[in-house]
C-alpha cells in the first residue's frame, strides 16, 4: 500500500471512529430523554369532538376526559383523521410520534439515532463530499448542531419534538438529493420507477413541517430550472415538484389548521409588535447560529478570487437562501417557534460542509496559515473543553431520567389518592447557565410539564396514562 492510500486510510478511519462517538453520544442523550409535555396526549387517540388531546380538551365529565390508548395501526389512522380536521395538518410527523409511543420508547431511541446519522450523511452527500468524508466537515456539522441550534434538545430528543422537526428535516433534503446529483453530475436517468420514487419522497417532504416545507419547494423549483438550463431536465423532476406542492398544500390548508387557528388565536391579526415579538423571541437566535454556521462559506468566497462561479458555488448560495428562508416564513405566523432551527441550519450545513471540501481541496492549512504547535495546542483544549461540557450535558440527562423514574413510582404508589400532588422535578446540579436550552431541565419543572392546576390536557393525560384519576403540581 502507498503511503498516500494508507494516510487517506487512516484519514478515513479516524473520520467514522468520530461519526461513531457522536452517534452514541446522540443515543445516550435520546434514551434518557423521558416522555413528556405532548407525547402524552398522543399516546391516546385523538378525540376531535371534545377538543382533541391538548389545549382545547374539554373537561367537565368522566366521559368527556377520557381518551382511549392508540393500541393498533387502526387506532393511528382513526386518530390521524380526527386530528387533521380537527387540530392540524402534520400528518406524517404525528404518525411517526403515535407509532413510537404505542410500541415503545426504546424503538424510538433506535430509530431517532438512525435518523440523525441519516441527516448528517445526506448534508455530506449533499455537499458533495459522499466519496471523502470531510473530518473537518463531520466537527463542524456537529460543532454547529450540539452547541449553536436553538432549542436543540426539543427538535432532536424529545419525541415529539424530533419526529416534527428533525425527522421531517431529514425528508426534505433527502427528496432535493437526486436534483442536485443531477446537476453536479450533469446527468440523470429516467424511467418509471423514478417518477414513483419522486412523487412519493415529494409527498413526505411537503407533507413535512410549515416552515421547512415551504422552503423545500422554492428550492425544488430553483433546481428544477437550473436543471432545464444544464440540459439535464427529466420527466421525474416535474413529479418530485408536483408531489411536493401536493403534499405541502394538503398540510396548509388542513381544516384542523384553522380550528386550531381560531381556538388559539381568535380574531388573529399580523401587527408591528407581533413582529418585533417574533424578531426577538426566536427569529435572532436562529438567524445568528446560521451566520456563525455561514464562517466555512465566507472563508471560502474571500479567499476564491474573481473566477468565474460554478456550479458547486450556485448550490451553496441557493442552499444558504433556503436556510435563511425558513425562519423568515415562520416571521408571518401566529407563533414562532424556534425548534424550526435545525430546519435552517441543516440547509446552511449543506453549503458549509461544500465550502469545507472546497478549502481542502485548495488546501486548508494554506488557508488557515496557523503554525502547526498552535493548531495543535487549539485542538486539545477544544477536546478537553468539549468533552467536559458533554459530560455535564450527560450527567444532568442521568438525574432527570432517575427524577422521572422516581416520579413515576411516586404515582403509582399513591394511586389511592385524588390528585395526586406531584412535587417538582428533583434535578441536581442543571448547569442552566451553560446548557440553555440544550438540556430538558429546563422544560421538566414539574414531571412530564405538568401544571397547577386540574383543568390542564397535560395533567389529564399524564393521569390516564399511568392509570389514576388526577395528578396535580404542587410544592
Same mark, same amino acid.
Given at each position: 500500500?502507498?503511503?498516500?492510500? @494508507?494516510?487517506?486510510?487512516?484519514?478515513?478511519?479516524?473520520?467514522?471512529?468520530?461519526?461513531?462517538?457522536? *452517534?452514541?453520544?446522540?443515543?445516550?442523550?435520546?434514551? @434518557?430523554?423521558?416522555?413528556?409535555?405532548?407525547?402524552?396526549?398522543?399516546?391516546?387517540?385523538?378525540?376531535?369532538?371534545?377538543?382533541?388531546?391538548?389545549?382545547? %380538551?374539554?373537561?367537565?365529565?368522566?366521559?368527556?376526559?377520557?381518551?382511549?390508548?392508540?393500541?393498533?395501526?387502526?387506532?393511528?389512522?382513526?386518530?390521524?383523521?380526527?386530528?387533521?380536521?380537527?387540530?392540524?395538518?402534520?400528518?406524517?410527523?404525528?404518525?411517526?410520534?403515535?407509532?413510537?409511543?404505542?410500541?415503545?420508547?426504546?424503538?424510538?431511541? !433506535?430509530?431517532?439515532?438512525?435518523?440523525?446519522?441519516?441527516?448528517?450523511?445526506?448534508?455530506?452527500?449533499?455537499?458533495?463530499?459522499?466519496?471523502?468524508?470531510? =473530518?473537518? *466537515?463531520?466537527?463542524?456539522?456537529?460543532?454547529?448542531?450540539?452547541?449553536?441550534?436553538?432549542?436543540?434538545? %426539543?427538535?432532536?430528543?424529545?419525541?415529539?419534538?424530533?419526529?416534527?422537526?428533525?425527522?421531517?428535516?431529514?425528508?426534505? /433534503?433527502?427528496?432535493?438529493?437526486?436534483?442536485?446529483?443531477?446537476?453536479?453530475?450533469?446527468?440523470?436517468?429516467?424511467?418509471?420507477?423514478?417518477?414513483?420514487?419522486?412523487?412519493?419522497?415529494?409527498?413526505?417532504?411537503?407533507?413535512?413541517?410549515?416552515?421547512?416545507?415551504?422552503?423545500?419547494?422554492?428550492?425544488?423549483?430553483? @433546481?428544477?430550472?437550473?436543471?432545464?438550463?444544464?440540459?439535464?431536465?427529466?420527466?421525474?423532476?416535474?413529479?418530485?415538484?408536483?408531489?411536493?406542492?401536493?403534499?405541502?398544500?394538503?398540510?396548509?390548508?388542513?381544516?384542523?389548521?384553522?380550528?386550531?387557528?381560531?381556538?388559539?388565536?381568535?380574531?388573529?391579526?399580523?401587527?408591528?409588535?407581533?413582529?418585533?415579538?417574533? %424578531?426577538?423571541?426566536?427569529? /435572532?437566535?436562529?438567524?445568528?447560529?446560521?451566520?456563525?454556521? /455561514?464562517?466555512?462559506?465566507?472563508?471560502?468566497?474571500?479567499?476564491?478570487?474573481?473566477?468565474?462561479?460554478?456550479?458547486?458555488?450556485?448550490?451553496?448560495?441557493?442552499?444558504?437562501?433556503?436556510?435563511?428562508?425558513?425562519?423568515?416564513?415562520?416571521?408571518?405566523?401566529?407563533?414562532?417557534?424556534?425548534?424550526?432551527?435545525?430546519?435552517?441550519?441543516?440547509?446552511?450545513?449543506?453549503?458549509?460542509?461544500?465550502?469545507?471540501?472546497?478549502?481542502?481541496?485548495?488546501?486548508?492549512? *494554506?488557508?488557515?496559515?496557523?503554525?502547526?504547535?498552535?493548531? =495543535?495546542? !487549539?485542538?486539545?483544549?477544544?477536546?478537553?473543553?468539549?468533552?467536559?461540557?458533554?459530560?455535564? @450535558?450527560?450527567?444532568?440527562?442521568?438525574?432527570?431520567?432517575?427524577?422521572?423514574?422516581?416520579?413515576?413510582?411516586?404515582?403509582? =404508589?399513591?394511586?389511592?389518592?385524588?390528585?395526586?400532588? %406531584?412535587?417538582?422535578?428533583?434535578?441536581?446540579?442543571?448547569?442552566?447557565?451553560?446548557?440553555?436550552?440544550?438540556?430538558? *431541565?429546563?422544560?421538566?419543572?414539574?414531571?412530564?410539564?405538568?401544571?397547577?392546576?386540574?383543568?390542564?390536557?397535560?395533567?389529564?393525560?399524564?393521569?390516564?396514562?399511568?392509570?389514576?384519576?388526577?395528578?396535580?403540581?404542587?410544592?
Amino acid at each position: 500500500m502507498s503511503l498516500k492510500r @494508507l494516510v487517506q486510510t487512516i484519514d478515513s478511519s479516524r473520520s467514522m471512529i468520530l461519526f461513531i462517538a457522536f *452517534a452514541g453520544f446522540f443515543f445516550v442523550r435520546t434514551a @434518557l430523554c423521558p416522555l413528556s409535555h405532548d407525547d402524552y396526549g398522543y399516546a391516546f387517540i385523538w378525540d376531535g369532538a371534545h377538543g382533541g388531546n391538548l389545549e382545547a %380538551m374539554q373537561f367537565g365529565s368522566p366521559e368527556i376526559e377520557h381518551r382511549d390508548r392508540v393500541e393498533s395501526f387502526g387506532d393511528i389512522f382513526k386518530s390521524l383523521e380526527s386530528h387533521y380536521f380537527d387540530w392540524g395538518g402534520r400528518i406524517f410527523a404525528h404518525a411517526f410520534v403515535q407509532f413510537f409511543i404505542w410500541i415503545g420508547k426504546p424503538y424510538f431511541d !433506535v430509530a431517532n439515532t438512525l435518523i440523525f446519522v441519516f441527516l448528517v450523511l445526506t448534508i455530506i452527500n449533499l455537499a458533495n463530499t459522499w466519496l471523502k468524508i470531510s =473530518r473537518a *466537515a463531520l466537527l463542524w456539522i456537529f460543532f454547529t448542531m450540539f452547541f449553536l441550534m436553538a432549542s436543540s434538545m %426539543m427538535s432532536t430528543l424529545w419525541l415529539t419534538g424530533s419526529c416534527n422537526y428533525m425527522w421531517m428535516t431529514f425528508f426534505q /433534503l433527502f427528496f432535493l438529493t437526486p436534483y442536485v446529483k443531477a446537476l453536479r453530475s450533469h446527468e440523470a436517468g429516467n424511467s418509471t420507477l423514478n417518477v414513483v420514487l419522486m412523487i412519493i419522497l415529494g409527498l413526505c417532504a411537503g407533507w413535512s413541517n410549515e416552515a421547512g416545507a415551504l422552503a423545500t419547494v422554492c428550492l425544488t423549483f430553483f @433546481l428544477l430550472v437550473m436543471c432545464k438550463v444544464q440540459g439535464v431536465f427529466r420527466s421525474w423532476m416535474v413529479a418530485g415538484f408536483l408531489a411536493i406542492s401536493v403534499g405541502c398544500a394538503f398540510m396548509l390548508f388542513a381544516p384542523g389548521n384553522f380550528v386550531r387557528m381560531e381556538f388559539a388565536h381568535p380574531h388573529f391579526a399580523y401587527t408591528k409588535e407581533l413582529f418585533l415579538s417574533h %424578531m426577538s423571541n426566536g427569529f /435572532l437566535r436562529v438567524v445568528a447560529a446560521d451566520f456563525i454556521a /455561514l464562517i466555512p462559506m465566507f472563508i471560502y468566497f474571500w479567499r476564491r478570487g474573481s473566477s468565474k462561479i460554478n456550479m458547486a458555488e450556485i448550490l451553496m448560495l441557493a442552499f444558504t437562501a433556503t436556510g435563511f428562508l425558513v425562519p423568515i416564513a415562520l416571521l408571518f405566523s401566529p407563533e414562532y417557534n424556534s425548534r424550526i432551527s435545525i430546519t435552517s441550519l441543516s440547509f446552511i450545513l449543506v453549503a458549509s460542509s461544500s465550502a469545507i471540501l472546497e478549502l481542502e481541496r485548495k488546501n486548508l492549512k *494554506a488557508v488557515l496559515n496557523f503554525p502547526k504547535n498552535f493548531l =495543535r495546542t !487549539v485542538s486539545l483544549v477544544l477536546t478537553i473543553s468539549f468533552v467536559s461540557y458533554f459530560a455535564t @450535558l450527560i450527567y444532568v440527562d442521568i438525574s432527570i431520567f432517575n427524577a422521572a423514574r422516581r416520579q413515576v413510582r411516586y404515582i403509582q =404508589r399513591n394511586a389511592q389518592f385524588d390528585p395526586i400532588p %406531584m412535587p417538582r422535578m428533583p434535578i441536581r446540579h442543571r448547569f442552566e447557565e451553560i446548557h440553555g436550552d440544550r438540556s430538558a *431541565a429546563a422544560e421538566l419543572d414539574y414531571f412530564a410539564g405538568i401544571e397547577n392546576k386540574l383543568n390542564s390536557c397535560r395533567n389529564s393525560c399524564v393521569a390516564q396514562y399511568y392509570g389514576v384519576k388526577h395528578v396535580i403540581a404542587a410544592d
